[in-house]
């Protein structure tokens, strides 16, 4: 059983870190501080299993994707509308200390399978090898889920660019 302190070691570690990749694949501030303390309460009840130390912060991330998948997949989750009005958005976005920029928006907008990818990749930066751990996929899966995030989000921001000069002028 993990003790006070090592409890709050981990969410002092590990906490902005699930919030603000919950809040990315959710779209919601409240459902991503919701996920994020179920992810540790699973965490604190199976944090015996873990077998190796070292792969704590990937372990981790699986669990919060997991509670985001389950999110996701709910009924409730599915009534929900999203933000029509990109002013919300960005107020919800400064709420979480992103930068103001699109980038955001862009992953916002990715499937499920390249968002996630780019989150651990960019934003909890782990490694190819232990993504691959976390979502049980190969390496070879994950570098090429990468690419293909990777060609989808600079698609998408010169397509943006180019809409930005054209109501510039």
Known sequence: ??????????IALYGNSVLRMSYIILKDYDLAQDVAQDTFIQVIK???????????????MKIAINQCRNQLRSQW?????????DKELKNKTVEMDFK???????????KEKYKEVILLYYYQE????????????KESNIQQLLKRAREQLKERMENDNEQN???DK
């Open 1 to 10: 059983m993990l003790t006070d302190e090592n409890i709050n070691r981990l």
């Open 46 to 60: 199976k944090y015996n299993t873990l077998k190796n130390k070292k792969s704590e912060k990937a372990w981790i």
């Open 77 to 85: 989750f599915k009534k929900i509308v999203y933000y029509e009005d």
């Open 100 to 110: 103001e920029d699109n980038t955001i928006t862009h992953i916002f907008n990715l």
């Open 126 to 137: 782990l490694s190819i090898k232990e993504i691959a751990s976390t979502l049980g996929k």
């Open 165 to 167: 000069k054209k109501t």
